[in-house]
């Protein structure tokens, strides 16, 4: 733990590590093992918790300057692995269409569920994840809401990928939601501990797959300008876009 402590990275990167690690001394993982029995010990694990605990692996190694070439290879070799477990799951999956969507969430906004109504808009217009909506309103804080004249402010400086992307600011002028942030009270939205449990009362889908069904109805549209910025918003590689929530599968480069 005191080499993950002293790693130059983010405190909740730290977090997850520390997560991995405990699985690893639980299952009194030997970090001289060679490489096949590293192989078969990760075996016994869905191939994305293969990926994170032989990430967390050589991230040690490479920490105490162990030679990593043969875990580099291994993750070379799973990650196609993953990414065809991925597809396989993407295939699988039915979405509603953007025209649903947004009538439901109009319709939050007609039965005054105001709160509902801006976490939806949030999630649909700039593709956040949750913890971007773990978020305070007319307050300062990681992640909030802030009216400024005719406009919201929203601003995001506690999210997944901060420490590549940097504070988020958007800028918002929809009526309703500038309404909506009206009729409700200063401060957190909520005061608990899970946000995920939170926000499955709240939103019309999972975050996750809301960006899936804009990225496929962006990818049916050819609109690619739009799934760059959604792109940008969400602070997500286009490489990964295309690969972890794209429904079409489509392969083309967007620059």
């Given at each position: 733990?005191?080499?993950?402590?002293?790693?130059?990275?983010s405190?909740?990167?730290?977090?997850?590590?520390?997560?991995?690690?405990?699985?690893?001394?639980?299952?009194?993982?030997?970090?001289?093992?060679?490489?096949?029995k590293?192989?078969?010990?990760?075996?016994?694990?869905?191939?994305?918790?293969?990926?994170?605990?032989?990430?967390?692996i050589?991230?040690i190694?490479?920490?105490?300057?162990k030679?990593?070439?043969?875990?580099?290879?291994?993750?070379?070799?799973?990650?196609?692995?993953?990414?065809?477990?991925?597809?396989?799951?993407?295939?699988?999956?039915?979405?509603?269409?953007?025209?649903?969507?947004?009538?439901?969430?109009?319709?939050?906004?007609?039965?005054?569920?105001?709160?509902?109504?801006?976490?939806?808009?949030?999630?649909?217009?700039?593709?956040?994840?949750?913890?971007?909506?773990?978020?305070?309103?007319?307050?300062?804080?990681?992640?909030?809401?802030?009216?400024?004249?005719?406009?919201?402010?929203?601003i995001?400086?506690?999210?997944?990928?901060?420490?590549t992307?940097?504070?988020?600011?958007?800028?918002?002028?929809?009526?309703?939601?500038?309404?909506?942030?009206?009729?409700?009270?200063?401060?957190?939205?909520?005061d608990?501990?899970?946000?995920?449990?939170?926000?499955?009362?709240?939103?019309?889908?999972?975050?996750?797959?809301?960006?899936?069904?804009?990225?496929?109805?962006?990818?049916?549209?050819?609109?690619?300008?739009?799934?760059?910025?959604?792109?940008?918003?969400?602070?997500?590689?286009?490489p990964?876009?295309?690969?972890?929530?794209?429904?079409?599968?489509?392969?083309?480069?967007?620059?």
């Amino acid at each position: 733990m005191e080499i993950i402590d002293n790693l130059s990275v983010s405190d909740k990167t730290k977090e997850g590590y520390k997560n991995l690690f405990k699985i690893l001394e639980r299952d009194q993982y030997d970090f001289n093992n060679n490489i096949k029995k590293t192989e078969t010990y990760l075996s016994a694990y869905p191939i994305r918790k293969q990926l994170d605990l032989l990430n967390i692996i050589i991230v040690i190694k490479k920490y105490v300057n162990k030679d990593i070439e043969d875990l580099v290879k291994l993750r070379d070799k799973l990650r196609p692995i993953l990414q065809k477990d991925v597809h396989a799951k993407l295939n699988e999956l039915e979405l509603m269409s953007v025209l649903q969507f947004k009538k439901l969430m109009n319709n939050l906004y007609k039965n005054e569920m105001y709160l509902e109504y801006i976490l939806n808009y949030l999630c649909f217009h700039y593709g956040v994840r949750n913890e971007d909506l773990n978020l305070s309103i007319g307050i300062e804080d990681d992640n909030y809401l802030m009216q400024d004249g005719d406009k919201i402010i929203y601003i995001r400086k506690n999210y997944k990928t901060h420490d590549t992307y940097g504070d988020k600011r958007h800028v918002i002028k929809d009526k309703k939601f500038i309404d909506s942030y009206n009729k409700l009270s200063k401060g957190k939205i909520y005061d608990g501990l899970q946000i995920t449990n939170f926000l499955k009362k709240k939103l019309i889908m999972n975050e996750g797959n809301i960006f899936k069904m804009l990225i496929k109805h962006y990818e049916e549209q050819g609109n690619t300008k739009k799934i760059k910025q959604l792109s940008t918003d969400r602070g997500t590689s286009i490489p990964t876009v295309l690969s972890n929530y794209n429904i079409n599968n489509s392969k083309y480069i967007i620059q």
